[in-house]
Structures are given as structure tokens and as C-alpha cells.
């Protein structure tokens, strides 16, 4: 059952649309521009050096950013998956949308964007990871992969093939199928959406081929707070299992063959450890698979002979460099993805009118604070990457440090495309900072709300307020804590100062724009209490344990009566 859970499929049905919007005016000298929405998963904003550049070199997509715009404050709303994407497709936070993890299902009376696009004459298009559902509204054409997808030989659902298996490796077949609608089903009278979405740099991180042999030798700069060991904070970052070395899988995450774990006394971390290396591992066909082993079989023989003797210090140094060379090797096909696609556009005369995005569904943990994942809203899983061009109205090399969320990309195309937004939807056009009309931007702080607990990795539900200097966060349900961050003067975020009384009038200040924008939002305990109650019971029910430690949640779920 475990296992079935793992490749779970939410599903997306058709649902009859009432448009509730109508199409501006728009001047005959006015051409409504094309939109080219890239997104990766869980690409954290440090793997990108137009941000950072001590660890990779993205050139194609700092391409992005030299056209155009590079936000450096930009967030999610829940820093999850499945409800990141339901966000970004209705502007809606998750407790309007429905989507607030990815256990509970997508409610599909939502109206997207890509509707009222194609609503409006918009050819739109999707290839790639959508993650929940398999018949995306608002689409001309789809292919998307079955859940998380794989990397190696993946299948793919599609609008007018059925399901398909694609050979080659998962981000090439992505890019080509993005190329191939370009080149061959475009309509050139027509303004077009294009949702071009990696399942790369996902986990369980398998590099290309052709990136095998550089990445697997690479050394990485350690981060400062891989050895965090959480004295600043109080519970939640304490009992987190995110840790590189204790939860981190062996087998399917570090690539240690499940008979070297044997060999080694190896315990697996979590019910899926080992199955996952043979899902993805063993997908390969033999000629893959021979060059996969060219160079994961010395790391596993250098590994048998060093473990014995290695420390935990060690292991986790260990730990982390096979994390970045598998997790970095991923990217860098991406990197290439998007250069091909923006050479396609470029020739095709197809850049100067195109709004160009980059982004992730949310940030990711690299080693800070000796975590991988996200969940949190420490700056590693709360911010995302946000690269933003449009030649024809966005200056080239410009930066915005103005605090904008994926709940913003809905209305930002629609705005652009001379759509009007419903009136439900909850975010605000970039249009004025695209456009350089910063005056018009009146938001100074956002609003995060983080539900999947007890689930895996045993991140605690929170809720929090976040300007370009603090963050107030509330950490609830089996615990009642605070904390306050200074991002000024903690930049690594260890320290809470809730209780420092030279915080007092600050955190006065906090508390009311929390309470401001929790009313403004349409959140409230009560809501919290009722998709908390029924996650509960269907936990009590033995559904949606995957992944879970049974005595743990045994015990969570008597403290409540259950």
C-alpha cells in the first residue's frame, strides 16, 4: 500500500465553465503578449547563480534575469508541492483553494488562469510535471507526467494519445515535447500560454547521462549551518526529521545499492528507501544503466571501504556532497532545457513580446541548518527563485526586492493580457513592478500558512507574517509556540527573539498585521481546526499514514481522543 501511495495520482476531472470575467479593450497598436511559464520543482534559488554562484553556473536561465527582472524577495504561500501549484493556478491561498497538502484533493470547481486564458483566445498548452490531477482545465494540449514522475524512461499522460511511455531522460523529453508543440501545433495568429514544468530537481535527484561523469567528482562549499544544531529555536526545528544523515534515504536519495546497505548493516531510513532506488534505478534500460553503473559502482566500493571507520561528522559531510552532485547534475539539464528554449523563441522572433518566467514551486533546503526538503518558512523553502522578461516592457538587468508571491502570478498574466481577474482571486499583479511603476505597489508583507502534519518529515503546522524585516510565525496544534526572526541581523535565521523585550514593539507591530492579513485572507483558527479534524480522523482511520512512524502517530492521534 506504501508503495501505491508513493506514485499517487490525484484526480483533476473536467468541470463545466462559466466564465464570470470578460476581455478589455486592447489597442489595435497593442499585441497580447505570449506567456512562457517555466517552473522546476523544488529548485532552491542558491542553485542558481544568477543568485548565487558558489555552487552552479545557470547561464541559460540567468539569460532570464539579464532580459529582464530578478525578484529577490519573492515567496510561496505554502511551501509544499501540489498546494504551491493550486496556488499559482487560481491565486488563491490553500484554505480558499482546498489544496492545503498534498493529501487532500484539489477542489475542481476552482477557476484557473489557463481557463479564463483560453477563455479569452489564448492557445494554451502544458508539458511536463502538474503533479496532481490528469486532465488539467483550460488546455489545448497536455502531456504531463503520472504524479512525481521518473526520471529515467518516463510515462506521461496525454490530452490525445492516452498514457505513453517516452524513452531518454526526463528532462530532454520535456524540452522536445515544448520544441515540438512550438514548431508544429502553434498557432501564429494566435497569443499563446506554454507551461513548460521540470519534474527536475526533484527527488530522488538522478542526473542525466551526460552529467554523470562532472558531477559525481565535483566538491562542494559546505553551508555554515549544516551543523545547526537548533539552540535558537524551539520545537518544531528540533523535532523535524529533515536531517541529511538520520533521515535522509540511503539507497534511493545517496545511491548506496541496497546490497552494499546489507553488506554494511545498513538500517533503511524510512518504508520506501530501498524501493525507491529500484523504481528509479531500475527503470534504466541496460545502456543506461551500464553508464550509471560506470560511476555509481566506485562510490558505492569507496564507500564500503571508508563507512566502517567514518564518523557521524563524516557520514554527514558524506551525506551532503552525494546530495549536491546528484541534485546539482539534475539542474544542469535543466539549465540546458530552458537555453533551448529561449534559442527557439530568439530565432523564431518569437522573445521580444513574450513574458518569459522562471520560477520553482518553492525553495529547497541545500544543507542549511543540515536539512534537505522545505516546509518551512526559514528563507530556503520560503523564497523562490523568480526570473521575470518581457523586452518590450520589462528593463533588461533590473532587480525588485518587494515582497511578491506565486499567489501573484495569476492576476500578473491575466493583467497582462488584458483578462480582469474574479474577484476571488487573492493576489496582486506585478504589472507595477514589471513595468517600473513601483508607486503603485502598496504591499509591505505576506502571509504563510504550512498544514501537512504529522506527515512526513514531521514538519509542525504554522502560520506566519513576513515583511522585508521580520517574520512572526505561529507554530500550532501539539505545541503553542512564537517566534520571531530578525532577517536583517540573523540572516541564517538562529536565533528567536520573540521573548527579547527589545523586540517588544516590533512584535506588537507583527502580531496586528498578522491578525490584518489572516482577516484580509479569509483564514481563521477555525478553519485550521477543520481540515486539522479531518485529517485526524482519516488518520485514525489508517488512511494517509505513508511514510509515518505508527508509534509516533499513534501517540499524536491518542493525545487528541482519537
Known sequence: MNRLLYALVFTFPVVTFFSCTSTTEISKESKRPNIVFIMSDDHAYQAISAYDTSLIRTPNIDRIAKMGMLFTNASVTNSICAPSRATILTGKH????????????????????????????????????????????????????????????????????????????VTDIITDMT????????????????????????????????????????TFREPATLFDDYSGRGAAAHQAEMNLLDHMNWAGDSKIEPEVMDELGIAETAVWDKYAFTMEVGRQNPEQRANWDKYYKPINEAFKKNYPSMSREDQMKWRYQRYMQDYLGCIASVDEGVGRVLDYLEANGLMENTIIVYTSDQGFYLGEHGWFDKRFIYNESFKTPLLVSWPVKVKAGTRSDEMVQNLDFAQTFLDAAGVAAPTDMQGESLMPLLTGNTDKWTRDAVYYHYYE?????????????????????HYYFDVDEWELIDRMNDPMELTNVYDDPAYAEVKKELHSKLDQLREKYGDSGQISQDYLDRYLDDLAAGKGRFGMDSVMLDNILKKTGR
Request: proline share 7%.
Open 453 to 473: 502534519y504529522p506527515a512526513v518529515h514531521m514538519v509542525k503546522r504554522h502560520y506566519a507574517v513576513v515583511t522585508k524585516e521580520y517574520k512572526l510565525v
Open 94 to 169: 490553500s484554505h480558499v483553494n482546498g489544496k492545503i497538502d498534498n493529501y487532500f484533493p484539489f477542489d475542481t470547481t476552482n477557476v484557473t488562469f489557463p481557463q479564463l486564458l483560453q477563455d479569452a483566445g489564448y492557445q494554451t498548452a502544458m508539458f511536463g510535471k502538474l503533479h496532481f490531477g490528469n486532465n488539467p482545465k483550460g488546455f489545448d494540449q497536455f502531456k504531463i507526467l503520472p504524479g512525481q514522475g521518473l526520471y529515467y524512461n518516463p510515462d506521461f499522460i496525454t490530452k490525445n494519445e492516452g498514457n505513453i511511455k517516452v524513452e531518454g531522460y
Open 179 to 218: 520544441l515540438d508543440w512550438l514548431q508544429k501545433e502553434r498557432k501564429e495568429e494566435d497569443p499563446f500560454l506554454l507551461m513548460y514544468l521540470h519534474k527536475a530537481p526533484h527527488r530522488q535527484w538522478l542526473p542525466a547521462g551526460r552529467h554523470l561523469a562532472e558531477y559525481t567528482s565535483r
